[in-house]
């Protein structure tokens, strides 16, 4: 295969609560789509690179306003994440790409829409719908030996310990896990880890640890699908209110408040669609003046 050369490199440095993003206007550069993949790995090397939890392409649309791809460290392609879309609306407003305060961004998950607070010309928050969450074991996927349709509150023997997840997709898949106490780092890599990869999850999952504080109010922590333990989820924080919701922890409608280890996200499920609002920051512009992977 042969390499390519880009010269000047514009890109874009964000994040959403500590859960960070390379974003690249795709639209200037042409980037094919069998390549993304070995750059998005260049880029997110850590102390090597850039470094990041992730590369977002502005792409071209087929029925929508934007296109968003986005692809891990490792080089696998995402569904989508709620912390990089905010980026991504963030970005695309700011810097003239697509000037509305409500946006329709394609996904490799679907459609999603966001709506973007806007003061002084520059993007304070941003409100996602993100969509109707699936517990069915089929879509997620999940396979249990239980065969049953849902997998709520189901144990699962890792490692040492057995925990109860409840396994819902966001456009991408969760595992959450409820606990009496706040998870360790070091527990939160072990497990986090050993989970992503168990037999049951054939796509393997993200996986979220929660402590419920109250019916409005939680902490999560977070081990990433195809990137590690992450400052904040927003599909996971997502995630995380339906299953607790599905279990009665809090109630539909009512906006919990939750404390990912980069900040708060407010996440509202009605029962049907969930709706995500937080921040998102610039952090810097650059240019890469070579690069030939």
Known sequence: MDKILLQNLEFGKYHGLGNDYIII????????????????????????SIGADGVLFVCH???????MKMFNPDGSQAEMCGNGVRCFAKFLYENDIYKKDIIEIET???????KLTVI??????????????TLDCESIPVNLESLVNQCV???IVVLDKIFKFTAVSMGNPHAVIFSKEVISDEDLKKYGAAIES???????????????????????????????????????????VVAGTTLGLFSKNFP??????????TITYDGK?????????????????????
């Open 61 to 67: 649309p087929k029925n929508t306003d934007v296109r």
């Open 198 to 240: 168990n037999v049951h999850f054939p796509k393997k999952t993200n996986v979220e640890f929660v402590k419920v504080l109250s019916k409005e109010e939680a902490i999560l922590r977070v081990f990433e699908r195809g990137v590690g333990v992450t400052n904040s989820c927003g599909t996971g924080t997502c995630a995380a």
């Open 120 to 133: 002084n010309d520059k993007v304070e928050t941003v409100t996602i719908d993100m969509g109707t969450p």
């Open 25 to 48: 206007n795709n639209l200037k550069y042409g980037i094919p789509d069998d390549r993304k993949s070995d750059l998005a790995k260049i880029l997110c090397r850590q102390h090597f």
């Open 256 to 265: 919990v408040l939750v404390h990912n280890d980069g900040g708060d996200l």
């Open 153 to 155: 509150n189901e144990p």
């Open 273 to 293: 669609s969930v709706f995500m609002e937080g921040p998102a920051e610039k952090v810097f512009d650059g240019i890469i003046e070579r690069i030939e992977f």
């Open 108 to 114: 490799l998950k679907g459609i999603v829409i966001a």
